[in-house]
């Protein structure tokens, strides 16, 4: 974070108490920002926390109907989104509707599924206290603090935030410091259809200001970001105990079976790793081909990558890449694979052209390297031969990353994606997961944990409640020191009547 007028293209400032962003290619001024203090998120808090129960007495019905009105907002002025996506994030027009599509979808499933998947229900009692009717519900935890990051500034955030909305809570937003006039733009369209309460609202500024929402006591504290700044969100979480999901990094595969459909593997692969210059958390970073068809795959796939228009202007295939700090790394990634004898078979250091990144594929790069372990978060792939899918799978297994995949496979496709250790595969496509309203999004190990989208999405920001109601008088008080040693007996005999057969 640079405290100065004078800066580079996309890097975000503080000037004059407020946060500028600015386009990552042209430098234009984006938005401009009060960079919030810690007074200012417990303010917000604090108002979110009347608002939370206005709209949880609203109940399913009220919160359907103006989320639907906020997702037909968002519709019928998509093009103005993305055109602002397009400006402040610089990815193309093109992707930037096709990332809030998806989330539009998204608010939609939420607030169309949330009694469904939340509302009360009755459970069966146990036939040992068959006395007692028992009900479940779930409930709104109250506020929750949604921290976004800026490679897909719309889709992850309302990943949190529609899913935490329908299922009853109100949402205190921290976006990222790259993208606060997205952010902005998203609760204005809510405020809008929403005039009544604070339910949703922004605060801005840089790192500081979503440490500090970690502290200001929400009821639970969405971060999607990198895993190291993921560890400091939950370590600050801790102090309170305040829940946390955590949707962190990634270093996803790509398996090629020997039967694969070769053409839609490379459609896939090259579109997985390289849309939105890489930056996708569930993007493609690795490949691994079996040998059968390694060579016709590989030609394929460089033919078709080497195609790929880099630029900020109308019909690019993919712009700059949004902060400029992680170009260092993506250099080091391919000059580090490089000097461990891996060639590049596209693109390599010179297609390093801040703030662009040509597309680069890698071969022949050992499985410790940079490039294969660590997030690139740029245009590149590596391509590994292996004897088989199997192998494959062993070897995109050994990361300390897990939450997405891709598999290519005529014969073994869901078999294999059951393989990959990860929260989410997609079988003959990638990243087709991501805008599937109905199915969990979400990863294992250093990719975090928690579940956003779905029914596991809805019941992420929603706390159980179980309630158990006597209907009729015990035969067998278990539950009383009023039982006799008759009684006690008979207990005892129940129990082996329920359960004493092995089977
Ligand atoms: P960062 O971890 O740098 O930042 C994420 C958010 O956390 C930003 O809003 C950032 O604010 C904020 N933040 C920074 N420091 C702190 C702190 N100490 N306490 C609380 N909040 C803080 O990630 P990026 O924005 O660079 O996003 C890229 C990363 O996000 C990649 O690793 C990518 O894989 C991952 N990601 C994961 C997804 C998933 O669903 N699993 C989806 C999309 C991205 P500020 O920007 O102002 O510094």
Known sequence: MRMTATHAPGVPVVEDGHLVSSNPATGEQIGRFPASGESDVADAVRRARQAAAWWAALGFAGRRERLLRWRAALANRLEELAE????????????????AAGAIDHIAWAAKHARSVLGPRRVRSSLMQIEYASRLEYLPYGVVGVIGPWNYPVLTPIGSIGYALAAGNAVVFKPSEYTPAIGAWLVDRF???????????????????????????????????????????????????????????????????????????????VWGGMTNAGQTCVGIERVYVADAVYDAFLGRLVERAARLTVGIEDGADFGP????????????????????????????????????????????????????????FGPT???????????????????????????????????????????M???????????????????????????????????????????????????????????????????????????????
């Open 321 to 376: 890449i949004t902060m400029p700090g992680q170009i260092d790394t993506i250099r080091r990634h391919i000059a580090d694979a490089l000097e461990r004898g891996g060639r590049a078979a596209l693109g390599g250091p010179d297609a390093v052209q801040p703030p662009y990144v040509r597309p680069t594929i890698l071969v022949d790069v050992p499985e410790d390297a940079a490039a294969v372990r660590e997030e690139t």
């Open 381 to 423: 792939l590596t391509v590994t031969r292996v004897a088989d899918a199997d192998e494959g799978v062993r070897l995109a297994n050994a990361s300390r990353y897990g939450l997405g995949g891709a598999v290519f496979s005529r014969s073994r496709g869901v078999a294999l994606a059951r393989q990959l250790r990860s929260g």
């Open 425 to 503: 595969t997609a079988v003959n496509s990638a990243i087709s997961f991501a805008g599937m309203p109905g199915l969990p999004f979400g990863g294992v190990g250093d990719s975090g944990f928690g579940r956003i989208h779905g029914a596991d999405g809805l019941r992420e920001f929603a706390r159980p409640k179980a309630i158990t109601k006597r209907r009729m008088r015990s035969l067998l008080p278990a539950l009383s020191f009023d039982r006799t040693p008759k009684q006690v007996a008979q207990i005892a005999r129940a129990v082996r009547l329920l359960h004493g057969r092995p089977r």
């Open 84 to 99: 602002l996506m397009h400006r402040e994030g610089g990815k193309p027009v093109a992707e930037a509707i096709v990332e």
């Open 191 to 269: 405020v809008e259809v929403v005039p009544e309460q604070p339910v949703l609202q922004a605060v801005f500024g840089t790192g500081d200001v979503g440490a500090a929402l970690c502290r200001s006591g929400v009821n639970k504290l969405a971060f999607t970001g990198s895993t190291a700044t993921g560890k400091k969100v939950m370590a600050a979480c801790a102090e309170t105990l305040t829940p946390v999901l955590a949707e962190c990094g990634g270093k996803d595969a790509m398996i090629v079976d020997a039967d694969a459909d070769l053409d839609g593997a490379v459609a896939a692969a």
